[in-house]
């Protein structure tokens, strides 16, 4: 049966904030979701038959996405996928992505991301998995000391710290162009404020050579983002396991591209070190060709950083 499905309004959105407080533990979603000025456009709803009630949403979310060659392509990003669990399984979700393909082809999106932890939710609507990896391990006992001076990141870092994220991603697949509102609300979103994150400096100018995201995960300390010098990143990723082991921490995942300087850091952090493949990605080609989506995805260094999430 087919669904009433159509774009939200703004009398929908109590009963969207609603439909995702109860379906994630993620408050900022309405936060990120006020970010696109087209948001009700970009949003693809199923009613419910009670009034102010929303059965199922999908967002379109548009970002500028570097292709294997490192030039920005518009890509439909998908997020805040939800279905109220009295309405689960009647294929609203895949009415829904239907419409925000029809959208996102007209809007010039050359493909379309998203994560997930449930695939089998996408593949029938053509969308692919592809790989991605993290470093699991042992925080090492290695002191912290180096040749670089490290830090908590403070406010007035910021535009240096967003330099460095430019600069580091210049060409790299994956990676998303981040704009002021990213860096003002999503990136803060995903991370925490600014000063929760490390600085290392230039031992010699004192400007800010490396920054590195690292989080307290439940029992492991998570390495979100790196963007800098390759030289500093050993002493970063040695502070955040002092860190880490001040806060009785024991084990350490680490989300960085697989990289020679990330490999040749990580004995700063880890021991007994094994890589971890995942499959929480998935892409559909939309303007562009199969190949060239596939070409992207899997493209040495390539990575979507976990702050630019939808």
């Not at 710290?161 to 981040?178: G, I, M, W």
């Not at 490999?263 to 060709?289: D, F, K, Q």
Request: net charge neutral; proline share 8%; glycine share 10%.
């Amino acid at each position: 049966m087919t669904a009433a499905v159509r774009t939200a309004v703004p009398a929908d959105d109590p009963a969207l904030a609603d439909l995702w407080r109860r379906c994630f533990d993620a408050p900022q979603i309405t936060a990120l979701h006020a970010l696109d000025p087209d948001r009700h456009r970009h949003t693809f709803v199923v009613p419910g038959r009670e009034e102010g009630v929303i059965d199922a949403v999908v967002v379109h979310v548009p970002r500028m996405i570097r292709d294997a060659d490192g030039v920005p392509r518009r890509v439909g990003g998908i997020g805040s996928v939800a279905t109220r669990p009295e309405a689960r399984g009647r294929g609203l979700v895949r009415q829904l992505l239907a419409a925000a393909e029809r959208t996102m082809r007209a809007e010039g999106c050359a493909w379309s991301l998203l994560f997930t932890g449930t695939p089998g939710v996408y593949r029938g609507s053509g969308w692919e998995e592809f790989a991605s990896g993290c470093v699991e391990g042992r925080l090492a006992p290695a002191p912290a000391t180096g040749e670089f001076p490290v830090r908590a990141a403070t406010g007035t870092d910021a535009p240096e710290v967003a330099a460095l994220h430019r600069e580091y991603n210049a060409d790299r697949p994956l990676s998303t162009v981040r704009a002021p509102e990213d860096w003002a609300v999503r990136v803060p979103a995903w991370y925490g404020p600014l000063d929760g994150t490390l600085v290392a400096e230039d031992p010699r100018t004192g400007a800010l050579a490396g920054w590195l995201v690292a989080r307290h995960e439940g029992e492991w300390l998570e390495v979100r983002e790196f963007a800098g010098a390759p030289e500093c990143l050993g002493d970063l990723l040695a502070t955040a396991g002092e860190r880490g082991r001040a806060e009785g921490l024991r084990r350490a995942r680490v989300r960085l591209p697989g990289e020679g300087a990330v490999t040749a850091a990580l004995p700063r952090l880890l021991t007994h070190a094994r890589r971890m493949t995942e499959y929480v990605g998935m892409a559909r080609p939309l303007l562009a060709p199969h190949r060239a989506v596939r070409a992207t995805v899997t493209a040495p260094g390539a990575v979507h950083w976990y702050g630019d999430c939808f």
